[in-house]
């Protein structure tokens, strides 16, 4: 499995910007589908975002399709999450997670691996 690390949330005032980072472990990084998911209190955590192997095929949640953005650098080990015009419903803590193959997936059972996560908050 690889291990990951979350990185870059805080507090925002609505209609602001964010960019979250996960770094990974490990060689086979490339080999990963990447997903980040989100967890606000009393609810379930839901689909934010996901990316192929190469980054070639996105999907998004349809709460932030065009306001987030997702991307990675396989060179760096890294998935990124950039967060545009915020707002409140959107506070909650952020998960990074891989999934090993191919198929890019919006169940989070599908997912092996989690990062510890980061707090997003969006204030009115």
């Known amino acids: 499995q690889v291990q990951l690390v979350e990185s870059g949330g805080g507090l925002v005032q609505a209609g602001g910007s964010l960019r979250l980072s996960c770094a990974a472990s490990?060689?086979?990084?490339?080999?990963?589908?990447m997903g980040w998911f989100r967890q606000a209190p009393g609810k379930e955590r839901e689909f934010v975002a996901a990316?192929?192997?190469?980054?070639?095929?996105?999907d998004y949640a349809n709460s932030v399709k065009g306001r987030f953005t997702i991307s990675r650098d396989n060179a760096k080990n890294t998935v990124y999450l950039k967060l545009n015009s915020l707002k409140p419903e959107d506070t909650a803590v952020y998960y990074c997670?891989?999934?090993?193959?191919?198929?890019?997936?919006?169940?989070?059972?599908?997912?092996?691996?989690w990062g510890q996560g980061t707090q997003v908050t969006v204030s009115s």
């Open positions: 990316i192929s192997w190469t980054g070639v095929m996105t």
């Open positions: 997670a891989a999934r090993s193959g191919p198929i890019v997936t919006r169940r989070a059972a599908d997912f092996a691996s």
């Open positions: 490990g060689r086979t990084f490339s080999s990963y589908v």
